[in-house]
């Protein structure tokens, strides 16, 4: 597993203020309650949250439907740290692990339901493209992708989100804000789309949706 990431906020100094400056520079409880009623969890369904962070979605997830079975995974031990303490505190179980995209290699269609939120704006476009690709091929088939970031940005929307980029770095991110994750989508079969566009302080954030439809597992007749 390659160790090379980048923190929360962009430097780890700043990782204990995560929460903190995300629930009041994105409009953070509006924006996941939209992706929760997008992502709808049902008891009984295996839902993984790539690049979960401090688990505050995960969280989300498994207080909504206590009978879920979500596995979190985050390459950043100390954010893990701060995730554990989180779920403690409300009184969930949620499988935690160390790991990037390309670990979910050896899983193909393990899970219902994927889930990613505010990850692919801070990675190369070879992690975004390898990222997503990952996303959609540990989903069954008749499962879905939901990815939430900061996508497209226009209008006064490319200014506020230079704040991003000033935490996150410039080449990363504007691939995000000049439509990388638009393209990316529009390359797999499966119907994608943005549910919703949310305005915040620090630019625009998507929520996308997409149906994985896996050619090799659909039964013949």
């Known amino acids: 597993m390659s160790q090379a990431f980048t923190p929360a906020l962009g430097r780890e100094a700043l990782t204990p203020l995560y929460d903190l400056v995300i629930r009041l520079l994105t409009r953070e409880r509006y924006w996941r309650s939209l992706l929760l009623e997008q992502v709808a969890p049902h008891d009984g ?21 206590p009978g879920v079975r979500i ?15 989180k779920a403690r505190r409300a009184g ?8 990037v995209a390309s670990d979910l290699a050896g899983s193909p269609g393990t899970f219902d339901k994927a889930v990613s939120s505010l990850v692919f704006h801070q990675v190369t476009q ?20 939901h990815i939430a970031d900061y996508a497209q940005q226009r209008g006064y929307m490319r200014q506020l989100f ?19 994750l638009e393209r990316i989508f529009a390359r797999y079969d499966g119907p994608t789309r943005a549910a919703a566009v949310v305005a915040t302080p620090t630019g625009a954030i998507s929520l996308f949706r997409m149906l994985v439809d896996h050619p090799s597992e659909r039964q013949v007749p």
């Open 45 to 65: 369904e295996n839902i993984l949250d790539l690049g979960c962070g401090t688990g505050t979605f995960a969280i989300m997830l498994k207080l909504r439907s």
């Open 71 to 85: 596995l979190g995974i985050d390459p950043d031990l100390g954010i893990l740290q701060i995730a554990r303490k």
């Open 92 to 99: 969930v179980e949620i499988e935690w692990r160390q790991g």
């Open 126 to 145: 070879r992690e975004k493209e390898a990222g997503i690709a990952a996303m959609v091929a540990s989903v069954r088939s008749g499962g879905e992708v």
């Open 162 to 180: 230079r704040i991003v980029q000033r935490l996150d770095g410039y080449e990363n991110t504007q691939a995000n804000a000049d439509g990388a």
